[in-house]
């Protein structure tokens, strides 16, 4: 039997039952994937360590946000290049080659002596996360049986939302007993587990022979690299119309509507853009980009809530958040099943429609509100998403084939992504107007130089009722939480009508069934001979 019937043969038996060693194949990509989500969220515990000039590096405001968001630029950028190239040369390569990439840029950013090399370490950890997240997708998907494909998909979506809540903690833990470069180093022993199990027992998978589209690559890459930049930065500065903002979503616009047209009249496309005719891919993609929207945002002022209104540290904070990844925990890998026996339309409108009730919650909250009313909401928030990701994940996947795998993974990463960019770029934007103008009356005790960054942030004016007398201090602290409070109970409207969309986007489109893998028109996975 020649080396090519071989193979043909393991991936007939890999469909129908799935690879005899996939719950190892699914732990290992799951460790790498683990530490990328982690780290997008806990460097935000560590932003007021990093900008003191002696405990940290004295980053000024702007550098910290290329720090945060030179990640997200290049991460967002790369997921749909990333999966395509996983498709074509190889999902194992690529996802080795993430975490190498990745745990070399976490140990630059732990040793990093100015904010410039953290910003550069930074990027480079924006490009591993990209090619590690959709090979872990697409991995699953072709070593898992139609039997258990679902479970490993809600599985895989319980991590990152866990690991959403977790960071936070891990973060805050390690701030208070060790440096703050720790947070980056903490990567480097996870990254060398990881890379050690991947090689072990993941097999090499790629989708069969054929053309490369080059030109549809770069036109993603250029379009949705302009798209990030253009809303993180109308988001920092609030001026959405300035002529930066305006040309860098135009150029993003422009790019991608090139980019569909070419796909619809190359013969090798990169992503065969006529699949968003099929309603479990569209309905789903809109579904979880609505989700992300608005959870995006509401994360944001949430963790400063917590720790600006509520005076917790960022280690309290943390905690405070984990009944969102207990909910995950335990609902989300019995999500996909739940899709199985009513319907994937019920059971995703049914996780919006609890993420929605969490929202809208949102508007009893103040500086007193009782922490139980903050566990119900993490609890009602994360079993929403819990019942959301993973049955809308599986949907988008079930449509493409095993050899395109990746480039679905990274469609589903990229929605995400963008989403959340977008979320908190403009709730983000939302609540700074707001707060600005409810705290502007209280500035007058204040001289002129201190007014603009207590006007900013509400960090920042409590960081300036320090300098101020007793009485001045607890009146301006007091005005500050207030103008917040009310800024946030706005932006949470706004994802409440967010989520609200959704919903009745997927009562109307959304398939009320869970499809089984789609068998490929012309292609299957090719698994490469490995000695793993």
Known sequence: ??????????????????????????????AGLLMVIIDTTILNVALTTLA????????????????????????????????VLGDRIGRRKLLIGGIVVFGAGSL???????????????????????????????????VFGDRERGRAIA???????????????????LLEHFWWGSIFMVNIPVALVALAAVALVVPELKGSPGGFDPLGVALSFVGLVAMIWGIVHGGETSQWLSPAVVTALAVGIVTLALFVRHEMRTRFPAFDVRLFRDSRLSAAVGAVSLAFFAVGGVYFFISLYLQSVRGLSPLHAGLMMLPFALAQLFLAPRSVALAQRFGTRAVVAGGLGMTLAAVLLMQAVDA????????????????????????????????LSPAKAGAGAALNSTAQEVSIALGVAVLGSLVSTVYRSGITDALGPLPHSARAGAAESITGALAETEKLDPSAAAALAGQAQAAFTDAMHLAAGVAVVALGLGMAATLKWMPGRTPHAAPDNNTTAQPAEHNA
Do not use: C
């Open 108 to 142: 630059v950013a732990s040793l990093a002596e100015s904010p410039a090399t953290l910003i550069a370490a930074r990027a480079l950890m924006g490009a591993g996360g990209a090619a590690i997240m959709p090979q872990t997708l697409a991995i699953i998907t072709n």
């Open 52 to 83: 003191d000039p002696v405990s940290g590096l004295g980053a000024t405001q702007g550098q910290l946000q290329w720090a945060t968001n030179g990640y997200v630029l290049v991460f967002g950028g790369l997921l749909f290049t990333s999966g």
């Open 368 to 399: 007193g509100t009782s922490p139980w009313l903050l566990i119900v909401i993490f609890l009602l928030w994360g079993g929403g998403m819990a019942n959301v990701v993973p049955p809308a994940t599986s949907s988008i996947m079930s449509v």
């Open 155 to 173: 599985l895989w979506g319980a991590a990152i939302g866990t690991s959403v809540a977790i960071g936070p903690v891990v973060g805050g833990f």
């Open 1 to 30: 039997m020649t080396a090519r019937t071989s193979a043909g043969k393991s991936a007939l038996t890999q469909r129908a039952d799935g690879h005899p060693r996939r719950w190892f194949i699914h732990g290992a990509v799951v």
